[in-house]
């Protein structure tokens, strides 16, 4: 295996770990489940990365999601410079908001009305606030293994034996925050039944990944959320869709258009910025309007609907208005997908593969990935050396089998060769 050089990279984050907890500023940068050291980032072009030291890779985290279409986008660059012209921000109303509410209603027919915030975590927190004050109601309930950003009641676990409400998942997160989460299993619409009936009248609302992004790639069964939205419909409980990951990914509106789901109220975030830190949330128009300075849920920021932001973003969603461009996705990730099905079928005794559009992971067991428990049996060892060997190829895939591997637009034929003759080669080498 070639050994990279990466002495910049080392030798910042000697520098970073000093004053920056873990030399980062969110974990999963770390490296640490893959068991090497950070790289340092200079520049993206397409679907291309460079370090510090030069080493290019392809690049298939594409910022965790949002760079749909590449590194570097001229028409994103152009809005951004353009708007930067005007200046960055103003704590004032300008005309970016309005057209932002109008694309994103456009492809959302289920949000009537929409706030921006700043990350996918303050659209799921307001989110959530907004059910409670909607509804009277305290307890919300999520699934085990989907990811909801950090604050306090998402970072919840499944309780242990009977109990049906949540346990604190990191150390500052009281008891009483875990007591209002309760944890259902993904893809088991009894567990919710269960637990919604155990808490009857208590549940503001559900809370999912409706295509699970966040354990790798986990596609909802078929009833699933059409299940989901019947049990929380009889009970007067909201339906919240999290689709930061598949919003604008799985198909222009998201999973509801995939599967054709109409939840009350949705988060966005990661491909709506364009690159730039950016989330909404919205939904029905009679809970919408429950937000200050109309009604009795207060939610605010500062650099809510920032015009610089928000502009990247405006121009990322007129790419994704274009008429053929899921199917041309599509087209990508299914073609990337054929070269790449040999060795799959060759190894099928020790791999699984999910993947729905251009999102996908290539899980470390066999038998197929269908729940949180599916995913998390994987191999997770085997994976760190998976990820080492593909690096050393010049293929930066997720630091982690718990991530999806997201395919961009701006990934070429050659690159998605190259990846897979990659691919084949390093799967060969672990399991030789
Ligand atoms: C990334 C993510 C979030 C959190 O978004 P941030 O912008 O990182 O705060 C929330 N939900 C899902 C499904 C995500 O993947």
């Known amino acids: 295996m070639k050994e990279l050089n990466t002495s910049r990279s080392q030798a910042l984050h000697e520098r970073a770990e000093r004053l920056i907890p873990g030399g980062v500023n969110s974990p999963v940068r770390a490296f640490r489940s893959v068991g090497l050291r950070p790289l340092y980032i200079a520049r993206g072009q397409g679907g291309h990365i460079w370090d510090v030291d030069g080493n ?54 289920s949000i009537e009305m929409v706030r921006m915030v700043n990350s996918g975590t303050e659209a799921t927190m307001s989110a959530i606030r907004l059910a409670r004050g909607y509804t009277g109601r305290d307890k919300i309930l999520k699934f085990e293994g989907c990811y909801h950003g950090h604050a306090d009641s998402f970072l919840i676990q499944a309780g242990s034996g009977l109990a049906t409400f949540g346990q604190a998942g990191s150390a500052g997160v009281t008891a009483q925050t875990a007591e209002n989460t309760l944890v259902a299993t993904y893809n088991d619409l009894e567990s919710v039944r ?25 596609p909802p069964q078929e009833g699933f959320l059409e299940g989901l939205r019947a049990l929380t419909s009889e009970r007067g409980v909201l339906l919240i869709f999290d689709e930061v990951i598949s919003g604008f990914r799985a198909a222009r509106g998201g999973a509801q258009e995939l599967y054709g789901i109409r939840p009350d109220l949705t988060c966005l975030g990661k491909i709506i910025g364009g690159g730039l830190p950016v989330g909404a949330f919205g939904g029905r128009r009679e809970i919408m309007e429950c937000l200050s300075p109309l009604g009795p849920v207060y939610q605010a920021g500062t650099l809510s609907g920032n015009p610089l932001a928000l502009s990247a973003g405006i121009a990322m969603l007129r790419q994704l208005g274009q008429a053929d461009f899921y199917e041309r996705l599509e087209a990508k990730a299914e073609y990337f997908e054929e070269l ?21 992971t290539l899980f470390f067991r066999s038998g197929g990935v269908a729940s949180n428990a599916d995913a998390k049996a994987s191999d997770t060892g085997l994976y760190a050396e998976y990820f080492r060997l593909m690096l050393a190829e010049g293929i930066y895939l997720p630091p982690s089998q718990f991530e999806c591997m997201f395919l961009s637009m701006a990934h070429t034929e050659e690159d998605l060769q190259r990846t897979a003759q990659a691919m084949e080669r390093s799967l060969t080498k672990l399991f030789a």
């Open 340 to 360: 790449i099905r040999p060795v799959l079928e060759r190894y099928a005794d020790k791999l699984s593969y999910n993947r729905i559009g251009s999102l996908s």
């Open 194 to 218: 269960r637990v919604l009936d155990a808490h009857a009248e208590q549940v503001a609302a559900v809370i999912l990944e409706p295509i699970m992004g966040n354990m790798g790639l986990v």
């Open 56 to 109: 290019e890779y392809i690049d298939f985290i594409s910022s965790w999601g949002p760079l749909i279409i590449g590194h570097s986008h001229p028409l994103i660059q152009e809005a951004i410079t353009a708007e930067l012209a005007n200046g960055t921000s103003y704590g004032a109303c300008n005309e970016r908001e309005v057209e932002m509410a109008e694309l994103i209603c456009s492809f959302f027919p």
